[in-house]
């Protein structure tokens, strides 16, 4: 199993940006994929786990999946500064949290 995320960055207040969940060593279309992050001096805390998005980010970031292509995006819109942190993805399989590298989102102008 296999989780790798892309697509942080430095991006400006109020923007919309797109991060990327590439994964491979399962059967994608079987399993829910999470997204966390993880912001400096804070705990790890759920992004989104569709129906379920945090209630910070709740109608301004949005889980989509790929199966074609075994990936899962967070696209997050109207971003604040208090959403920089580093983003995870993960998917839990027969009771077994995988977890991928982690990619840094910073907010700021």
């Known amino acids: 199993v296999q989780l790798v995320t892309s697509g942080g960055g430095l991006v400006q207040p109020g923007e919309s940006h797109r991060l990327t969940c590439s994964t491979s060593?399962?059967?994608?279309?079987?399993?829910?994929i999470k997204w966390f992050r993880q912001g400096p001096g804070k705990e790890r805390e759920l992004v989104a786990s569709?129906?379920t998005y945090g209630d910070t980010v709740k109608g301004r970031f949005f889980l989509v999946r790929d199966a074609a292509k075994n990936t899962a995006f967070l696209e997050m819109n109207n971003l604040k500064a208090e959403d920089t942190a580093t983003y995870f993805c993960?998917?839990?399989?027969?009771?077994?949290?995988?977890w991928s590298q982690g990619t840094q989102v910073t907010v700021s102008s």
């Open positions: 060593g399962f059967v994608f279309n079987s399993y829910s």
């Open positions: 993960s998917v839990t399989i027969k009771g077994v949290e995988h």
């Open positions: 569709p129906p």
